[in-house]
């Protein structure tokens, strides 16, 4: 492709931001004055450090491309979308953009609150540079899609999240932007609308123009794009095939091949969180661990807790994962107990699968703890996997073919002659 097919050019993309580490607090001015003699290069405001959202980042975008942005918590994707909607500036490199960008970043980018939707949806088109007369034709759209026709002339300040983020996502999408730019929000609505949302991308993409999509959904990802860029740490780890960018996200934070999972410095940590979290071992039969399980066998999960501070009633939990990181289902240590005790030393929690029940595949598991009304404590998303072999789990030796789904459904069966209303009498 030439130079007029490119749609976005980046070189060289830096981003820094300064944190201040706060110092201990003196009581007086005597150990103030003190600390500062035993200490001359400290400051009186704490130490400062510089820290790099994102490292010489380089990548071009061509006209029509739908590329997934991927990456843990932290990796920077939202730092490399808001330089891209000039929400925030670089510090180092160089932007070219040639079209127009609309975009969804979060709940409330884009939207003056005291403004009506209504008038919302022609300051937008305003900043894309359209004219009254190019929003007017799309507003029926806008309208009806996002289903808030009864709110129109209301503030926006007093919608609810769902709400702002349908109306938010209809206004980006409908006013013919040439580059389209969505970040993790979708999350907010249900998943009628966010299967809306992805069909309207679609159609975006379809029409000629630029999608970036940044999500940790995998399964969106891959159905959605064409192309995947995954960051870590900043920089880009993986760029090309979104096969084998969303094969690099979900491998990133594999187990061992014994079972073992170290958990204490793990890339799936949800954002800064402390590490609660320490470890996580599958065991299989007899007791040993293993990566490998048997769809009729047991499975068990043993979690080690290092907590930095005493907690009553731990809430662990466990989600099994396709190997798109599609929920399967989730187990939970106060699904089957109340009060738990209290810690203030390392403890263990270990939950058992009497039988895998999981057709022949790989699955991923994600990891977390709570505690009772205090919210999330530490969370890792696909932290490991786990695969499962087939073995004979119907009298028949039918195999359980991928087609089925994931989940082994046991059921009893019974054929006998005659029409229904006999069978029951």
């Not at 001015?29 to 820290?51: D, I, V, W, Y």
């Not at 006209?63 to 180092?92: F, M, W, Y």
């Not at 996002?146 to 980006?172: N, Q």
Request: hydrophobic content about 40%; some cysteine.
């Amino acid at each position: 492709m030439g130079a007029n097919d490119i749609a976005i050019s980046i070189r060289g993309l830096s981003k820094a931001y300064v944190i201040t580490h706060q110092q201990e607090k003196h009581s007086t001015l005597a150990e103030t004055l003190l600390h500062k003699l035993k200490n001359p290069a400290a400051t009186f405001g704490g130490s400062k450090e510089t820290f790099w959202a994102l490292k010489d980042i380089s990548f071009d975008v061509n006209r029509g491309d739908v590329v997934g942005v991927v990456g843990r918590n932290g990796a920077g994707k939202s730092t490399l979308l808001k330089i891209l909607s000039r929400i925030t500036e670089p510090t180092l490199g160089e932007i070219d953009l040639y079209g127009r960008v609309g975009s969804l970043l979060e709940v409330g980018t884009g939207f003056h609150p005291e403004l009506t939707g209504r008038e919302n949806i022609y300051l937008n088109g305003a900043i894309l540079g359209m004219s009254k007369r190019e929003i007017a034709r799309q507003f029926d759209g806008i309208v009806d899609f996002a289903g808030v026709e009864k709110f129109l002339d209301t503030p926006v300040k007093r919608y609810s999240s769902g709400m702002y983020v349908r109306l938010a996502f209809a206004v980006a999408a409908h006013l013919n932007p040439e580059i389209l730019i969505v970040d993790e929000v979708l999350a907010v609505g249900d998943a009628e609308f966010q299967k809306k949302c992805l069909g309207k991308m679609k159609d975006v993409a379809k029409g000629g123009r630029t999608v970036l999509f940044v999500s940790h959904n995998m399964a969106a990802v891959q159905n959605l794009c064409t192309r995947g860029i995954m960051l870590r740490s900043g920089q880009i780890l993986v760029s090309g095939d979104v096969d084998e960018v969303v094969s690099a996200y979900l491998s990133e934070g594999i187990s061992s091949m014994d079972g073992r999972v170290d958990l204490s410095d793990h890339p799936a940590r949800a954002g800064r969180s402390a590490p609660w979290l320490k470890s996580m071992t599958f065991i299989g039969d007899g007791g040993r661990p293993s990566s490998r399980f048997a769809s009729s066998r047991p499975i068990s999960v043993v979690v080690e807790v290092a907590p930095p501070r005493p907690i009553a009633n731990p809430r662990v939990a466990i989600a099994i994962e396709d190997h798109l990181g599609r929920r399967i289902g989730t187990a939970a240590s106060y699904f089957n107990i109340g009060n738990s005790g209290r810690y203030a030393e390392p403890f263990t929690a270990m939950m058992t699968l009497d039988k895998v029940n999981l057709g022949p595949g790989r699955y991923l598991m994600s990891v977390s703890i709570a505690e009772p009304g205090g919210g999330l404590l530490d969370s890792l998303d696909s932290a490991a996997f786990f695969d499962v072999e087939w073995d004979s789990l119907y009298k028949t030796g039918e195999r359980h073919d991928p087609a089925y789904g994931p989940v082994v459904i046991h059921a009893d069966w019974e054929v006998v002659p005659g029409v229904t209303s006999t069978a029951l009498a």
